[in-house]
């Protein structure tokens, strides 16, 4: 993980690139991550921690009526999280993170371990949005925003490499 972030840092340090985040299952564990590493301050530019839905609708422009018909853990959400991100912060990648991490939550549509990532990158002046579903399957709370923020860390890595 660290040489993947390291890899990062480079890349973006390299080609000016910044990075901000609005987290929810993973409440700050990948900010924390990338804050480990010096001088990240380079690169990474905003992190919200987004965690109930009124967060997310205040500070990132959720609409209300995205949550309310397909819930906070949808891919609707998270794309919702990083367009909104992205028009606020206006960086270079912006990345959403929206799950049940458990022990409870669950549904059947959304069981424990069911995490949305939400990922938009900008290249000349436009940006591409991914939006990618993962399960983590049986697994603790502290494994699934561990490798959640593992999973987002891949996804930013693989989109500037």
Known sequence: MKSKLSKIKKICDEQGLKISLAESCT?????????????????????????SNKSKISFLGVKKNIISKYGAVSHQTAKAMVMGLRLKTKTDIALSITGVAGPTGGTKKNPVGTVYFGIAVRSKNKYKTNIYKKYFSKKS???????????????IHDSIT
């Open 27 to 51: 409440g700050g564990l990948l900010s924390s991550l990338i804050t480990e590493l010096p001088g990240s301050s380079s690169f990474f530019e905003t992190s919200l921690v987004t965690y």
């Open 141 to 155: 709370r502290k494994n699934i925003q561990s490798d959640s923020a593992q999973f987002a860390i891949d996804l």
